[in-house]
T-cell receptor, first 111, second 108 residues
Framework: DAGVIQSPRHEVTEMGQEVTLRCKPI?????LFWYRQTMMRGLELLIY????????DSGMPEDRFSAKMPNASFSTLKIQPSEPRDSAVYFC?????????FGPGTRLTVL | KNEVEQSPQNLTAQEGEFITINCSYS?????LHWLQQHPGGGIVSLFM???GKKKHGRLIATINIQEKHSSLHITASHPRDSAVYIC??????????FGAGTILRVKS
């Protein structure tokens, strides 16, 4: 298995633009997590899904952020409109029972 | 006060030394994670535990639920163990709270 796949790996955009981050979890995993990591705040859980259903989105910073999981093999995290303070590394992780497998992350820079 | 506190913040060790990283938390938890983040940024889940002790290779994780404390031990440390080690707890409210991380550097 290729592991958790995230795309793009790097994204540079201008303030106000829409950004879409993508994640393909490991086949057979039933939980998916979106994280954000910044120097100031460290790692934060944004939202997680069980069996494609959002369980807890209380970590989503504001309405500009939205996440979907239309099927078991794909999830998106969208930021619209983006702001410079959204610059961070965004990780996706998937799990089945114990432990989590992390993707390589998407480094987002909003100018 | 943070709900999850790690110590030390920074740790430098000589190759071969036994290393201990501590994690204390103030909330009731259902499980605790230890994560490793390499200098390149990749994150690996090392352990998820809710009681007792787990061992994987040279890594050992223990948890004391009554004392709200967990330790990560590395035996016979090696420069390739240099990374940031992060403790995270699942609270009963299904919130995942992270510690600030411990930066470990193992010198040869």
């Amino acid at each position: 298995d290729a592991g958790v796949i995230q795309s793009p790996r790097h994204e540079v955009t201008e303030m106000g633009q829409e950004v879409t981050l993508r994640c393909k979890p490991i086949s057979g995993h039933n939980s998916l997590f979106w994280y954000r990591q910044t120097m100031m705040r460290g790692l934060e859980l944004l939202i997680y899904f069980n069996n494609n259903v959002p369980i807890d989105d209380s970590g989503m910073p504001e309405d500009r952020f939205s996440a979907k999981m239309p099927n078991a093999s794909f999830s998106t995290l969208k930021i619209q409109p983006s702001e410079p303070r959204d610059s961070a590394v965004y990780f996706c992780a998937s799990s089945f029972r114990l432990g989590q497998f992390f993707g390589p992350g998407t480094r987002l820079t909003v100018l | 006060k943070n709900e999850v506190e790690q110590s030390p913040q920074n740790l430098t060790a000589q190759e071969g030394e036994f290393i201990t990283i501590n994690c204390s938390y103030s909330v009731g938890i259902s499980a605790l994670h230890w994560l490793q983040q390499h200098p390149g940024g990749g994150i690996v889940s090392l352990f998820m535990l809710s009681s007792g002790k787990k061992k994987h290779g040279r890594l050992i994780a223990t948890i004391n639920i009554q004392e709200k404390h967990s330790s990560l031990h590395i035996t016979a440390s090696h420069p390739r163990d240099s990374a940031v080690y992060i403790c995270a707890v699942w609270s009963y409210g299904n919130k995942l709270v992270f510690g600030a991380g411990t930066i470990l550097r193992v010198k040869s």
